[in-house]
Structures are given as C-alpha cells and as structure tokens.
C-alpha cells in the first residue's frame, strides 16, 4: 500500500467508527479499493483519448448492460453498475478526468468523493435512454467554489389519512404542509443586495474544513463542515430582513399527489424536490415522503388484497339458508349465499371481490365472510312462548353426552 492509501483507509475507519448503517458498506467498499482498482478508461472499455461524447455512449451502453432492474438475478450486476458509474463520474468532469490522468488513483488530497469512497447513485433505466442522467452526475463534484458534499437539502416525512374507499379507487389528493422554502424575498441567498455576500474565510469558500488529528503514531486527515460559514461556503453582510439571512422561512404550501390503488397503511409516497432547500441554496432540494394511514372500513378487516368480515345470521336462515346482499366497495351488490344447515363459524369466499394488488396485475384479492348465529337482545314474550313450544323439535335427538361426544369429533375432523 501506498502513502495515501494509508491514510485514505483511516480516515475510512474514523467514518466507521462514527457511521451507523454506513459501516459495513464503507468497509466493504475500502477492501474493494485496495484490492483492486480497475483502470476508468478499461472499465469504459475505453482510450485515453476518448471524446466526451465517446465517453457518454460507453457509459450509456455498459449501464444499460448492467443496470441492476436489468439483473434481477445478477448479485455481480449491481457492483459492475457501480464500477461503471464511478468510473463515467470522474471521466465525464473535465477537472476530475485531469487529476485522474495525472495521478491515477492515488491523487493527492484521497478520494474525490470523500472518505466513503463512491458511493453509487440511483439511476432510472429509462434516463439511460434519454439523458436524464447527465444531471445527477453533474451534481457529484459541483463547482469547486461548492464542494461540498452534502448537496441535498433535508427530506421531510408526513402522516396523511386517506379513506378505505381510496384503497379500492386510488384517490388525486392534496396536503397542505408548512415546510423551510427558500426565501421568495431573497431567492434563498440570505443577502439583501447581491453583493451582500462574500466566499467564507474559513474554508475559502468551500464549505468544508480539512485539518490532520493526531491519533498515537498515526496523523489522520479529519474532513468536517466549516463551522464559520454553516457549510454554505459563503458569509451574509448584508442579511434580508424577511428571513433574517438563514435565506429559507417557514411557509404554507399546497402538494398534490396520487394515492395508487390497493395503497397500505405505512406505504410512503415519494415526492420528489418537495423536501427541504439544501444549504446556501446550492444543490436540490430533499424529498417529501407522505405516509399514508388508511381508514377502517365499517365493516371489513384487511389483509393485504383481501378482506374479511363477520355477519351476523339467526337460526332459521344458518338451518334453511337464504342469500343476503349488502352493498360493496366496487359499486356492486355482494351476494353471500348461505347454504342449508349451516353452521356459526363457517366461512364463504367470494374470489376477485376484494381489494386490487398495489402496482401489479394480479387482479384483485378475495372476500371471506364469517357466519356469526345472531342472537337478538330481547324477545317478545309471544316469540317465547312460541320459541318453548318448538324446543323439543328443535333439540338434538341424541342424549347430551352422544351430541358432545359427535360436537367432538366434528371438531377434531374424525
Ligand atoms: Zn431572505
Ligand atoms: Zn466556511
């Protein structure tokens, strides 16, 4: 191992040590590193002498290879799609490209995309057909005047309530959401006139501060956001009167989404942009996850796509049958046939009647009714004398010891 790859794996242990769920990835990928590298130019498959745009079809080609939706099956896929981005990272920014071909992969300063190393980014298939990605790598380095790594602003995370029906229909729904925007007095800048600002000293702008600790023998190069400057890189001398230079306010502000069919209770919806400006107002905004509860329906209990509910039936209709309809939530009749001589505890299906399967075709899941013996409050003394003179009909020829014993069996399926 070289000098910096040394001091590059330190400072990945200081990040492990401070990490949570990022440990393992990190320690993963620092073995992957040293280990082997492989060349950017023959991950491309490659020269050196490539075009930019020789550059952007290799890369668009390979992605499209292996993108990990592409290889379902393919645990290799996902870190060949990784190798891949990382290396069209670095060989798509002309700066970094530079620095690549001077030093290789040992560039002073250690990794260009801070002591995790790279960390892979979340492409849309559909983008490698178009050119949407371009973006999302435009964003990894920036411009050096806003290195900085945290470039998206913070998401946010809402309960919504939606009805039981939404569940059958999908529902177009709407919040009303008081979040941090940016300032509309300052456009997110902080500073009253344009020229209000000035870069940090601290960091000269950078927004993040790079200083050597001392650990026993070891010195460790320890990058930490700039305190002087929040990280912005910038400084307000002028700051806005509405938002007091923080150059973001608290404002009301109206989302629309989607709720799609079969959606369940604790089922977020992503809305892309609508979270959090990020710091300085340089970079995207974070997300909006809204979470949906779903209201009971009066009657029915969910499982998944299919839906269960008890129904109450008195002693004639369990003994002689009967149909009852009772309105449903596709806008028809549900007919629950009982047969003769049914039992309290017997359950009818009705396949398909139930609620659909969330983003899938697998139609829609079924309905079970409970049969439950309905027993009234309160009787009339007329039915109760009816009921006395009927008694002996209706009991059960067998002494009461051969009718547990029989109760038994049919329990016990024998
Ligand atoms: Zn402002
Ligand atoms: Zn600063």
């Given at each position: 191992m070289t000098g910096k790859q040394i001091i590059a794996a330190l400072v990945a242990i200081i990040f492990l040590e401070k990490g949570t769920v990022e440990k393992s990835r990190c320690l993963g990928k620092v073995a992957v590193h040293m280990v082997d590298k492989r060349d950017y130019y023959e991950i491309l498959g490659i020269?050196?002498?490539?075009s930019e745009s020789e550059i952007k079809k290799a890369f668009r080609s390979l992605a499209r290879k292996f993108h990990p939706d592409k290889n379902p099956?393919?645990?290799?896929a996902e870190n060949k799609f990784k190798e891949i981005q990382e290396a069209y990272a670095i060989l798509s920014n002309p700066e970094e490209r530079q620095k690549y071909d001077t030093?290789?992969?040992?560039?002073?300063?250690?990794?260009p995309f801070g002591p995790g190393g790279f960390q892979g980014v979340n492409i849309n298939i559909d983008d490698l057909f178009g050119g949407g990605f371009e973006s999302i790598f435009g964003q990894i380095f920036g411009s050096s005047r806003s290195n900085?790594?945290?470039?998206k602003g913070g998401d946010l995370l809402v309960r919504h309530t939606v009805p039981f029906q939404s569940v059958y229909d999908g529902l177009d729904d709407e919040i009303e959401i008081e979040a941090l925007t940016s300032c509309y007095n300052c456009n997110g800048s902080g500073?009253?006139?344009?020229?209000?600002t000035r870069s940090c000293p601290s960091c000269n702008g950078r927004g993040r501060v790079q200083r050597i600790e001392r650990v026993g023998p070891f010195a460790q190069q320890v990058v930490s956001d700039c305190p002087s400057c929040n990280a912005t890189g910038t400084i307000v001398t002028n700051p806005c009167k509405s938002c007091n230079g923080a150059g973001k306010s608290y404002q009301n502000k109206k989302i629309k989404f989607s709720v799609p069919q079969g959606i369940a209770s604790g089922n977020r919806i992503k809305i892309s942009g609508q979270g959090e400006p990020p710091r300085g107002n340089i970079g995207e905004n974070g997300d909006l996850f809204i979470e949906i509860e779903v209201s009971d329906h009066p009657w029915f209990e969910r499982d998944g796509a299919d839906i269960l509910m008890a129904l109450p039936v008195n002693y004639a209709d369990l003994l002689l049958g009967t149909t009852v309809t009772i309105p449903h939530i596709d806008g028809k009749e549900l007919q629950i046939k009982i047969p003769p001589n049914s039992k309290p505890g017997d359950t009818i299906a009705l396949p398909r009647r139930g609620l659909p399967h969330m983003r899938s075709s697998r139609g829609r899941g079924s309905v079970t009714v409970l049969l439950k013996l309905d027993i009234p409050k309160k009787i009339s003394r007329s039915l109760k004398n009816k009921l006395k003179e009927l008694k002996s009909d209706i009991s059960?020829?067998?002494s009461l010891e051969d009718s547990i014993i029989e109760e038994a069996k049919n329990r016990r399926g024998k």
């Open positions: 020269s050196k002498e490539s099956d393919d645990p290799s030093y290789g992969h040992n560039r002073p300063g250690g990794s900085n790594r945290r470039k500073s009253r006139d344009p020229n209000g059960n020829p067998l």
